[in-house]
């Protein structure tokens, strides 16, 4: 590493949890290129439509939770979450992508999803 | 194709080979051709020595990495757009470099405090635990061992604490603050 260090803390360890974070956020952009743009833009599309996907399944899980959804409903609702998980897994192998690659860093806040 | 590296005053010395200068108004456009090269931690630590060679000898406005542009023209309309802005930064920073501080274990607030003292300007940046504050600080060249020091002491004066300083840095954090 580059001797930028101006003063060293006693354990400077402590500090080294950014470096993966990093590397994650370079692997982690969206390839631009030419060759690549479709892939790209298929991952951030799928990223968008994954995180929607969860949103709608948490906010079922907590309806069914408080009662208020009669027996056939949560069939239904359970089938549907099953067809969507489905068709994703369909979309993505399509594009190649794989689950982690819709996981988007979004730095200090953290993984997406 | 080539790439945005920093701006500089007009009066700075000619820029290191495989660099060139474009002159916008008193204002000086540094460029370099744009390479196909992927964006990794080798080739941000290359640019990063560039701008650090440059910085040796001038003060300047470091410019994101991978700003593009088609031509000399392109670069130099954009660089007049926002002339006064970066006339404006320039001077802000003119002497003066970033140093960077990230604290685990010691008072944010103070400690922040003690070593804006010593600075011109400072920025505080988000944090994930167990750090507590990340700061940048813009430090006249010739006080950044001053710096240095009081951020020694401090660690001395809070025991436990863990406090790591880097620099000189070209002046990222303060590039668009006039």
Redesign the interface.
Known sequence: M?D?????????D??A?EQPR??NA?SR?IGADPENVERGLAQLVLTIVELLRELMERQALRRIDAGGLSDQQVERLGTTFMELDKRMEQLRAEFGLNPEDLNIDLG?LGRLL | MIELVAITHAAAPPPPARLRAIPVGGLLAVVAPATEEE???ES??RRE?LVEELMADCDLLPVRYGTRFADDEDAAQAVAARHATLAAALDHVRGAVE?SV?V?GAEPRATHAALSELARDAVE????P??VLRGAYLVDRDM?DA??AR??QL?AAQPG?????????PPYSFSDRP
């Open positions: 580059r930028k260090v101006l003063h060293a803390p006693p354990d400077i402590l500090f949890t990093l590397e370079l952009r200090p | 964006a990794t931690a941000l630590w020595e140093v990230r685990i940046r988000p944090v994930q167990p750090q950044v710096f240095a951020v020694a660690q604490s863990q406090i790591l300083c880097t620099g000189p840095w």
